[in-house]
């Protein structure tokens, strides 16, 4: 008997541990199917997946930062791919986001073309009417742009199969939608001390969409695991009231240059001389190798406590560090003098900006004891 309670203690412990991780992989699943179709700019996707957060913040009862509800709203221009996209090389029809993809600034092209070659990874297409570049590449990456050009620019996988690129017969069509509808998506949760200062944690719930009818690139690393992240962090302050007000910002816009962060800095969102701290959340999936943290040498004395209270538990394998750098949405409420950190996880899978960063692949090594660490390096705080 006293066996037998020792394992169901065990097993309750166990349950109790994977909780936060259970439900992240439920959101992650859902932020990375095919109705959310790549949280981008087409077939709702984006749209999609802001109505899911909202209806999480509002089930773990968050209030909305504003007067209207959660969402804050802008736009700005982005080019996209929506209709059926081929590219056949040497007469061998390719597949879109596994064999090739078109950079995202690219304009529209179709016809059948000769291939000269410039250099040993580059190619033009010649007579054609418009402009057509094809780059071999050792990784297929995408992104997003905010305008087209009068250039048709194609990036192939280089796996060696070609030993000589002799014609391209491609169709593809851009189309830049003017003024796209995006959303930041902020709530708060009350603090017990009654006083101005707030915690603010972001993360970016948008990511590149898709091209063409049924390619779409899921970003389960890049961001849902940042998502996932934040929403069980509403809801453990929610069940578990801190010491300050906790603010939650799920931005828009990110892949496309930090447009979302960019607006609710600009717009005086909030005052940000109230703002103790800011923890801006992206690419947790991971953690083999621990976690990185930017703006780390800005902000010593925080940065010291993080590792502090690392050591206190052995909660990540290490904590490294990165000086200032534009390459999330923390920067804007940096440049304004903010107090902030930008942490992300080490190691594991290698997919990024692709059509392999999948729920399924996404081994979510350390996100457990990375939320530990930062639940215990918010109450030092």
Known sequence: MKNLFLVLL??????ARSQDSLYARLVIKKLTSKECFGRGYLNNGLDVAAK?????????????????????????????????????????LLKPGIDFIPIPESGSARGKFTLTKKDSITFVADNSPVPIGLSLKRKLTFSVATNSVNVCGIEVLNANQYKELKTIDLNVESKVLTKYINKNICAYVKGKTENDSVIVMTAHYDHLGGIGKKTYFPGANDNASGVSMLLNMVKYYAQNPPKYKMIFVFFAGEEAGLIGSKYFVDNNTLDLTKVKFLINLDLLGTGDDGIMVVNATEYKPQFEKLKKVNES???VKEIRQ????????????????????????????????????????????DYGDVFRLLTAFIKEL
């Not at 065990?10 to 349950?15: K, L, Q, W, Y």
């Open 52 to 92: 899911f957060i909202a209806s999480e913040l509002k089930r773990f009862k968050a209030e909305p930062l504003f007067a209207t509800g959660y969402f804050q709203w802008f736009d700005f221009d982005v080019n996209t791919f929506p209709d059926k996209m081929s590219v056949k090389i040497n007469g061998k």
């Open 10 to 15: 065990v097993i309750i412990g166990s349950s």
């Open 313 to 315: 538990k052995n909660y």
């Open 322 to 365: 990165r000086g200032k750098a534009r390459n999330s949405d923390h920067y804007w409420f940096s440049e304004k003098g903010v107090p902030c950190f930008f942490i992300y996880t080490l190691g594991g899978i290698k997919a990024y900006h692709d059509v392999f960063d999948t729920e399924k692949t996404l081994p979510l090594t």
